[in-house]
Nanobody, 114 residues
Framework: QVQLVESGGGLVQAGGSLRLSCAASGIIFSVYTMAWYRQAPGKQREPVASISTGSRANYADSVKGRFTISRDNAENTVYLQMNSLKPEDTAVYYC????????WGKGTLVTVSS
């Protein structure tokens, strides 16, 4: 059974930092592209960052220079370091694992107060 479990969300003031983690089980983690998505209230889910099996990272323009995605294949975990947070970063953040199909986590809420 595949499980992706996100953690690390919470309430933070604008300008602050959070580090999200996503622990995967039930998959061969190293062969999956891992990604973070987010969904703000009333908006569609959008991609935030992804990291390939070769650790090549891509970012949405809105988070470039502020967020960093990384992976630890030994720990089956992907991280999202979020710095200089803005109120518009408030959303539920989801982890996704992609190979031939896509697996999703249940999300973790990030709230950035102004």
């Amino acid at each position: 059974q595949v499980q992706l479990v996100e953690s690390g969300g919470g309430l933070v003031q604008a300008g602050g930092s959070l580090r999200l983690s996503c622990a995967a089980s039930g998959i061969i983690f190293s062969v999956y592209t891992m990604a973070w998505y987010r969904q703000a209230p009333g908006k569609q889910r959008e991609p935030v960052a992804s990291i390939s099996t070769g650790s090549r990272a891509n970012y949405a323009d809105s988070v470039k220079g502020r967020f960093t995605i990384s992976r630890d294949n030994a720990e089956n975990t992907v991280y999202l370091q979020m710095n200089s947070l803005k109120p518009e970063d408030t959303a539920v953040y989801y982890c996704a694992a992609t190979n031939r199909g896509v697996y999703w986590g249940k999300g973790t809420l990030v709230t950035v107060s102004s």
